[in-house]
C-alpha cells in the first residue's frame, strides 16, 4: 500500500496548501491512503467538525489530532454525536488514544482499503505535556486489539526522546512511527530495521515565516517581556510537509519511506 501522512495542518494557509498540492501527490505517486494531522487546521487552534469535513472532502481518510483537540469546543459535541455509529464522520477524528477513560472522542480508527484493513493510531506524549496514560502501553493494547497489519502511529509529544523511544518500542510490530507536535520536520527519516517506518517530526503544513506557525513578533514579544500576548497565525511562506512510504500488505512492514518538503515560493519537492 502506497500512503501518505500530512505534517500538522495550521490554519487557512496550510489547508489551501493541502488543497492546492495533494491532487497532484496523489496522482504521481498512486497515493492509496491518506492520513494528516489536523488539531491546528482551525486558525492554528484546534479543529471544527465544518474544517474536518473539508479535509475528508479532498480525499484526507482520518485526522490525527493531539494536545489542541478542546480548544474548539463544537467538537465535543461532534464527537459525542458519533457513539454508537460507526459511518459517522466523527470517528475519522482521532484524539490521543491515551487519554482519561471517558473522554470524548476515539483514539484508533480501522479501516479498508479495497479488502486491506488499516488501522491509524493517535497517542500524545507525557514528556512536558499533560500527564496521560502511558501511551507505550496503550499502543499494546491497541496493537493487540485489531487484526491489521497495517498500523500508523502519530505520536504527538513534546520531546524528541520520547518519540524516538516509541519508534524503537513499536519497530516490528506497526508499519510506521510518526512524530508530530514541534512542528518543525526532522531529517531521521528512515525505515527501522524491523520494518517500521520513522520521523521524529512530519514538520508543519502551514506558514514557515513565522515561529512555528504564529506570527513571530508576536512570540518574540512574549519572549523579550514575559507579557501575555494573544497568538494570531502567520500566513506567509507556506509548506506542504509530509512522508511518503509504502509497504507490504501482507506483513504491514515498511519497504521505503520519503520525507516530502514542499516550499510555496518554489513548488516543487525538495
Same mark, same amino acid.
Given at each position: 500500500m502506497r500512503i501518505l501522512f500530512i505534517g500538522d495542518i495550521f490554519g487557512r494557509p496550510g489547508r489551501t496548501m493541502v488543497r492546492d498540492r495533494l491532487p497532484e501527490l496523489?496522482?504521481?505517486?498512486?497515493v492509496e491512503l491518506v492520513i494528516a494531522?489536523?488539531?491546528?487546521?482551525? +486558525? +492554528?487552534?484546534? /479543529?471544527?467538525?465544518? @474544517?474536518?469535513?473539508?479535509?475528508? !472532502?479532498?480525499? /484526507?481518510?482520518? /485526522?490525527?489530532?493531539?494536545?489542541?483537540i478542546w480548544d474548539k469546543r463544537e467538537i465535543i459535541d461532534y464527537f459525542n454525536a458519533a457513539d454508537g455509529d460507526v459511518r459517522?464522520?466523527?470517528?475519522?477524528?482521532?484524539?490521543?488514544a491515551n487519554y482519561p477513560a471517558g473522554t470524548p472522542g476515539f483514539g484508533m480508527y480501522e479501516g479498508k482499503v479495497g479488502d486491506t484493513p488499516y488501522a491509524v493510531i493517535s497517542l500524545q506524549g507525557r514528556?512536558?505535556?499533560?500527564?496521560? !496514560?502511558?501511551?507505550?502501553?496503550?499502543? !499494546?493494547?491497541?496493537?493487540?486489539?485489531?487484526?491489521?497489519? @497495517? @498500523?500508523?502511529? !502519530? /505520536?504527538?509529544?513534546?520531546?524528541?526522546?520520547?518519540?524516538?523511544?516509541? +519508534?524503537?518500542?513499536?519497530d516490528g510490530r506497526v508499519t510506521a512511527v510518526l512524530g508530530t507536535h514541534t512542528h518543525i520536520p526532522t531529517a531521521d527519516t528512515r525505515v527501522l530495521p524491523k520494518g517500521t517506518a520513522y520521523q521524529t517530526d512530519v514538520g508543519m503544513?502551514?506558514?514557515y515565516d513565522s515561529v512555528i506557525g504564529v506570527q513571530k513578533e508576536l512570540v518574540i514579544q512574549?519572549?523579550?517581556t514575559s507579557m501575555p500576548?494573544?497568538?494570531?497565525?502567520?500566513?506567509?511562506?507556506?509548506?506542504?510537509?509530509?512522508?511518503?512510504?509504502?509497504?507490504?500488505?501482507a506483513t504491514g512492514r515498511a519497504t521505503m519511506v520519503e520525507r516530502i518538503i514542499i516550499p510555496e515560493r518554489i513548488g516543487q519537492p525538495r
Open positions: 496523489v496522482r504521481s505517486r498512486q494531522n489536523g488539531e491546528n487546521a482551525a +486558525g +492554528g487552534f484546534g /479543529i471544527t467538525p465544518q @474544517i474536518s469535513e473539508e479535509l475528508f !472532502d479532498l480525499g /484526507i481518510a482520518v /485526522i490525527t489530532t493531539g494536545n489542541h459517522h464522520p466523527a470517528r475519522r477524528i482521532l484524539r490521543p514528556v512536558f505535556l499533560p500527564s496521560n !496514560d502511558d501511551p507505550f502501553r496503550v499502543a !499494546d493494547e491497541l496493537i493487540g486489539r485489531t487484526q491489521a497489519k @497495517i @498500523i500508523l502511529v !502519530d /505520536i504527538h509529544a513534546e520531546a524528541t526522546s520520547e518519540k524516538c523511544a516509541l +519508534g524503537w518500542y513499536l503544513t502551514g506558514p512574549r519572549f523579550l500576548a494573544r497568538w494570531e497565525a502567520a500566513s506567509n511562506d507556506v509548506h506542504f510537509c509530509g512522508v511518503y512510504f509504502e509497504c507490504d500488505d
